[in-house]
């Protein structure tokens, strides 16, 4: 993998460059860096993953193979318009910003390069991040093996088609946070039911990880694999019934659906924020 260049110095950046390089997928001096105005945080990843910093646009651009646009949706345009003079129809563009359209992208652009839409999630920090991601109609397999083996370094990587995204965001974009929520009520029940706070959180993670691996594991459903826990009469079927007396398993599923239509209804508005203010600017 040659020269990577990030547009964006934030936690998501940095969960990359760290997978990167732990990997042995590319080396610190390939990886170039510029945020808009926070010098402390460039000097952050430079000292801790050796990476090399750049003040100017074309000293970060110069013979890049990929351009990683990790900025916020709001700053997209200005990055963008920053950027596009020294992008070339031979880089490859892959942003991280959450909502951005690959059409909005194209557009601040006006030029027929790849672009890939990538939605990985906060776990990428911890290298176990569920990636999926979206690719235009200039990008080759080359481009989205190159895109595959990045993300790859912080998780696993999906493919599907850039109006699936709201969806992954729904479901693993957010999938964290519903993961932790959980973990907050078996901590409190965990009180209820007499056990110490360290005690129960070394339980709670370790039988998060096991069901994990059992999924991951087994041909089995989870349906199939709940049943297998639930004697008849016993205190997992009890659980269970008050699971479904509360309506838990519909929360949880209007939760997803809720979010993914959030994320759809986000991305609409960032779009045509993007798309008024290119108007605008070109009446």
């Given at each position: 993998?040659?020269?990577?260049?990030?547009?964006?110095?934030?936690?998501?950046?940095?969960?990359?460059?760290?997978?990167?390089?732990?990997?042995?997928?590319?080396?610190?001096?390939?990886?170039?860096?510029?945020?808009?105005?926070?010098?402390?945080?460039?000097?952050?990843?430079?000292?801790?993953?050796?990476?090399?910093?750049?003040?100017?646009?074309?000293?970060?651009?110069?013979?890049?193979?990929?351009?990683?646009?990790?900025?916020?949706?709001?700053?997209?345009?200005?990055?963008?318009?920053?950027?596009?003079?020294?992008?070339?129809?031979?880089?490859l563009l892959?942003?991280?910003?959450?909502?951005?359209?690959?059409?909005?992208?194209?557009?601040?652009?006006?030029?027929?390069?790849?672009?890939?839409?990538?939605?990985?999630?906060?776990?990428?920090?911890?290298?176990?991040?569920?990636?999926?991601?979206?690719?235009?109609?200039?990008?080759?397999?080359?481009?989205?093996?190159?895109?595959?083996?990045?993300?790859?370094?912080?998780?696993?990587?999906a493919i599907?088609?850039?109006?699936?995204?709201?969806?992954?965001?729904?479901?693993?974009?957010?999938?964290?946070?519903?993961?932790?929520?959980?973990?907050?009520?078996?901590?409190?029940?965990?009180?209820?039911?007499?056990?110490?706070?360290?005690?129960?959180?070394?339980?709670?993670?370790?039988?998060?990880?096991?069901?994990?691996?059992?999924?991951?594991?087994?041909?089995?459903?989870?349906?199939?694999?709940?049943?297998?826990?639930?004697?008849?009469?016993?205190?997992?079927?009890?659980?269970?019934?008050?699971?479904?007396?509360?309506?838990?398993?519909?929360?949880?599923?209007?939760?997803?659906?809720?979010?993914?239509?959030?994320?759809?209804?986000?991305?609409?508005?960032?779009s045509q924020?993007?798309?008024?203010?290119?108007?605008?600017?070109?009446?």
């Open positions: 993998m040659g020269k990577i260049a990030f547009i964006g110095a934030g936690s998501m950046a940095e969960a990359i460059i760290s997978g990167l390089i732990t990997r042995g997928v590319t080396k610190p001096e390939e990886i170039h860096i510029t945020n808009r105005s926070d010098e402390k945080r460039l000097a952050y990843l430079q000292n801790n993953y050796g990476v090399t910093v750049c003040s100017s646009i074309e000293t970060l651009l110069e013979g890049a193979e990929i351009v990683v646009l990790a900025v916020k949706p709001k700053d997209v345009l200005a990055a963008v318009d920053a950027v596009k003079a020294h992008v070339t129809e031979h880089m892959i942003s991280v910003a959450a909502g951005v359209q690959i059409l909005s992208l194209e557009e601040i652009l006006t030029k027929k390069i790849p672009i890939i839409r990538a939605m990985p999630n906060t776990s990428a920090a911890v290298g176990k991040s569920a990636t999926a991601l979206a690719i235009n109609q200039y990008t080759q397999q080359d481009d989205l093996k190159l895109a595959r083996q990045l993300f790859e370094t912080i998780g696993s990587v599907v088609a850039e109006e699936q995204l709201d969806a992954v965001t729904g479901l693993s974009g957010s999938g964290p946070a519903y993961i932790y929520y959980l973990v907050e009520a078996m901590e409190k029940s965990s009180e209820k039911i007499g056990l110490d706070g360290e005690t129960a959180k070394q339980l709670i993670i370790q039988t998060l990880i096991g069901a994990a691996e059992m999924l991951s594991n087994s041909d089995k459903t989870p349906a199939v694999l709940r049943k297998e826990v639930t004697s008849p009469g016993g205190t997992t079927e009890a659980g269970i019934k008050v699971l479904e007396a509360h309506g838990v398993q519909e929360a949880l599923i209007s939760c997803i659906q809720e979010a993914a239509e959030q994320s759809k209804r986000m991305g609409l508005q960032i924020e993007l798309t008024e203010t290119l108007l605008h600017r070109n009446a």
